[in-house]
């Protein structure tokens, strides 16, 4: 072999072995500088006659192919990836029986190329039944990518290879995270997520730049996953309240308001939105008669004629709020049937005092609530339409009484 031959053999061997002992690369950009600096080694050699030189360019094929493979995997385009680093799997196993010399001089280098390729084809697989919505499956898979980047990890080690040991860490954290992650989703358990949060920030440590994404996403799917049970309260509370309220419960019921709107006041915290801003609203407005109609039913007019107003005067502030005219529209019978309850909470305070002024506001309020009955017949209201019609009939014996007592007394109005 002449001298330059040989120099061209250490210069090869050379900077194969540098791009060998190099760490992983996790950015697409820099795996393309490498697979470019196998394609000029590639070329350099091949022009080159020594029979040795067979081994470097099947090792640099292989090596080329194995970035190239990297560079798919990191651009997310699985099934490209899967399939080249199967070839790579393939290419690299055979060059212990076709060049067994150089093997024994590479051995680490391959083997290890060898364990890497492994815990990738795993964890592609593993990712590609995850998107055919295969949890069992995916669950199995993403175990085994673990242990493969596991077996890299103690044969670096082992080699205090600490360039590589630490790469294959960080796939450890960031599969481990992906594991934690598909089975929190899938089962809808929280702590299974904030388990793949804590690998997620393991690997972003140690440099994992796609965990940062995966971080954000589990996050937002806890967040999630906090807001729809906390809406299933609030619903849950709401829904009490109204069969407290058809039960004349109406302790219980403003209670059971009283949690749905704080709830909803949480939920505003949490994500700033109208709707929950609203139905905070509404929820203290039901709350607010409620405990006007437990009011009323222990004849304690006065407190049911404030309470009464409150919840008017919540509707009302809410009305400014409301996204359309045709959904405040909607909330305008209420509103009415609040004013005429609130003026019937005080007529009958009149009447039991003997006021005369209790006549003109019975037919004060009667008349409200036929104005609120004819519009919650518009848009088929029927609650408030039994209400209004319950209250009416309430307020005809009232009239009917204090028209009598008065009358009877001379205590008519002028």
Not at 19 to 29: K, P
Not at 53 to 58: K, M, N, Q
Not at 82 to 87: I, V
Not at 257 to 265: E, G, H, I, P, V
Request: hydrophobic content about 35%; overall charge negative; proline content about 2%.
């Amino acid at each position: 072999m002449s001298v330059d031959l040989q120099m061209s053999e250490v210069t090869a061997i050379a900077r194969i072995k540098e791009i060998l002992t190099q760490d992983y690369q996790v950015s697409a950009d820099k795996i393309a500088e490498l697979v470019n600096i196998c394609d000029e080694l590639n070329v350099s050699l091949s022009s080159t006659e020594n029979p040795d030189f067979d081994f470097y360019l099947h090792f640099l094929q292989n090596l080329r192919l194995f970035f190239n493979s990297e560079f798919l995997f990191l651009s997310n385009r699985m099934i490209k990836a899967l399939n080249n680093y199967q070839k790579v799997q393939e290419g690299i196993s055979r060059i212990q029986g076709d060049f067994p010399e150089f093997y024994s001089k590479w051995q680490y280098d391959i083997d290890r190329l060898l364990l890497r390729t492994d815990a990738r084809i795993q964890n592609l697989r593993a990712r590609s039944v995850v998107e055919k919505d295969d949890v069992a499956k995916a669950e199995i898979l993403f175990t085994e990518a673990i242990k493969r980047y596991t077996n890299e990890l103690e044969f670096e080690q082992k080699e205090q290879d600490y360039y590589h040991y630490f790469d294959s860490l960080r796939n450890i954290y960031y599969v481990t995270g992906l594991l934690y992650n598909l089975r929190g989703v899938s089962s809808s358990r929280p702590e299974e997520m904030y388990q793949a949060l804590r690998f997620f920030r393991k690997a972003r440590f140690l440099g994992q730049e796609s965990s940062n994404s995966d971080f954000n996403d589990t996050r937002n799917h806890i967040i999630n996953l906090g807001i729809q049970k906390l809406e299933k309260q609030a619903e849950a509370f709401f829904t009490s309240g109204l069969l407290n309220s058809e039960s004349e419960s109406y302790n219980i019921a403003s209670m059971e308001y009283n949690k749905s709107a704080q709830l909803y006041r949480s939920l505003r915290k949490i994500r700033n939105n109208i709707e929950y801003e609203l139905q905070e609203q509404i929820q203290m407005s039901s709350y607010y008669e409620a405990l006007a109609k437990d009011y009323l039913a222990k004849d304690n007019n006065e407190l049911a004629a404030m309470n009464f107003t409150y919840a008017r005067k919540t509707l009302e502030s809410m009305l400014n709020k409301l996204p359309s005219e045709e959904l405040a529209f909607s909330f305008q019978p209420q509103i009415l049937y609040f004013e005429a309850m609130t003026m019937f909470c005080n007529a009958v305070t009149e009447y039991d005092q003997l006021m005369p002024e209790a006549m003109g506001h019975f037919t004060e309020a009667t008349n409200l609530l036929k104005n609120a009955k004819m519009k919650a017949e518009e848009l088929n209201n029927e609650p408030l339409i039994d209400g209004c019609t319950e209250a009416i009939n309430k307020l005809n014996s009232y009239q009917n009484i204090a028209e009598i007592m008065f009358q009877s007394d001379g205590l008519s109005e002028e």
